[in-house]
């Protein structure tokens, strides 16, 4: 991969990042950033939560001719690398002059469904906070991806 691909891999990944933290808010002990141990110690992700407490590993693409079934599984083998079984991967992909897309596969999307509705909900309030994070994008006109 030349500098410039990597470059801009690299700013893709700050991006998502940066988004991250403005539709989620941070803490001193959570924000989200560009996981640079990816290029040492192999398939890690691209962004991850700096507490490492949400069981989530981005991997990202920014390619002219990205596969989103690449992508999930090197987002999948991320998770399993990283936080073992407990983890899921999910892939944001963009493609040159084009708009992001969101791969996850469908255990991903079921548990984050799931965990909406249970009692016992991990992230309490999810539901109202995806209330409030649509509001805050629609009011601040926060850049998409």
């Known amino acids: 991969m030349g500098k410039l691909s990597r470059?801009?891999?690299a700013a893709f990944e700050r991006r998502v990042a940066n988004w991250l933290n403005a539709v989620l808010g941070t803490s001193e002990s959570k924000d989200w950033k560009r996981e640079l141990r990816e290029t040492q110690q192999g398939n890690l992700g691209?962004?991850?939560d700096s507490a490492g407490e949400w069981p989530y590993v981005i991997q990202c693409k920014h390619m002219k001719q990205p596969s989103p079934f690449q992508a999930l599984k090197e987002a999948r083998e991320g998770a399993l690398q990283s936080?073992?079984?407990q983890a899921f991967g999910i892939a944001i992909i963009r493609r040159h002059g084009g708009e992001n897309?969101?791969?996850m596969g469908?255990?991903?999307l079921a548990t984050m469904l799931c965990a909406m509705q249970e009692d016992d909900d991990p992230y309490p309030g999810r539901e109202q906070q995806i209330v409030d994070i649509l509001s805050y994008l629609e009011n601040k006109k926060i850049d998409t991806l």
Do not use: F, I, S
């Open 46 to 48: 691209d962004v991850r």
């Open 101 to 103: 897309l969101v791969a």
């Open 106 to 108: 469908e255990d991903t």
């Open 7 to 9: 470059e801009k891999g």
């Open 83 to 85: 936080h073992g079984r």
